[in-house]
C-alpha cells in the first residue's frame, strides 16, 4: 500500500519540480496546444500538466461582451459584428494548430503566447480588431507593440474599430 501512494507521490514531487524550473529557467517554455475554445482560451498542456491560457495585456471581444449588462448597446453591437464576421470567432482557431508546440510565458495569471514568430497573440488580435490593449496592465516589453497593433486598427478601421464598438463598450465598462 505505501509502494503505491509512494509512486504517486514522487510523480508528484517531479512535476513540481518541473514546473517550479521551467518557471526560473532562461530556455523557452514550449507548450503543447491542446484545443481552442475562442479568441479568448487556449488550452496547452506541458507534460501531463494541462492549463488554460488567455492572452495577456488585452480586452478580447469575447471578454467585452461577457462584461457588458444584459440587453447593452455593447452586446448587440458585438453580436450584430459576429453577424457580419462569423470567421473572427474562429480567428485563434485558423491560425494556431493542434498538437504544435508554441512558446510562452507566464504573466500575471495570463500567457504570452507566440504564436507567429515574435508576434504574440494579444499583438495579432489586437492588430485585428478582435481586442483593445487593457489600459490597466503597464508591461514595458509589450506596450509599444500593442499600441502599434491598436492604431493599425484604428486607422484601418478593423473589427472593433469599424464601427466604433471599442469605444462604446469601453465607455460601458468605466460607468461600472
Do not use: W
Not at 514546473?19 to 507548450?31: I, Q, R, W
Not at 461582451?65 to 485563434?92: D, G, H, L, V
Not at 510562452?104 to 490593449?133: D, P, R
Request: charged share 25%; proline share 2%.
Amino acid at each position: 500500500m505505501l509502494v503505491c501512494y509512494m509512486s504517486k507521490i514522487l510523480l508528484h514531487i517531479a512535476f513540481l519540480s518541473l514546473f517550479v524550473s521551467l518557471s526560473f529557467a532562461k530556455e523557452p517554455t514550449l507548450a503543447t496546444l491542446r484545443s481552442v475554445s475562442t479568441n479568448e482560451f487556449q488550452k496547452f498542456s506541458i507534460g501531463l500538466y494541462e492549463f488554460i491560457c488567455r492572452p495577456y495585456g488585452v480586452i478580447t471581444v469575447d471578454e467585452l461582451y461577457n462584461r457588458a449588462e444584459f440587453n447593452s448597446e455593447c452586446k448587440k453591437n458585438i453580436q450584430e459584428f459576429y453577424f457580419q464576421n462569423p470567421m473572427s470567432k474562429y480567428f485563434t482557431q485558423n491560425l494556431l494548430k493542434n498538437r504544435q508546440l508554441y512558446h510562452i510565458e507566464f504573466k500575471e495569471e495570463k500567457c504570452i503566447l507566440y504564436a507567429k514568430g515574435k508576434m504574440t497573440m494579444s499583438e495579432l488580435l489586437v492588430k485585428n480588431g478582435l481586442a483593445l490593449k487593457n489600459p490597466l496592465v503597464k508591461s514595458e516589453e509589450f506596450e509599444y507593440s500593442l499600441i502599434q497593433a491598436q492604431i493599425y486598427a484604428k486607422e484601418n478601421k478593423i473589427g472593433l474599430f469599424k464601427n466604433n464598438i471599442s469605444d462604446k463598450c469601453i465607455s460601458e465598462l468605466n460607468k461600472n
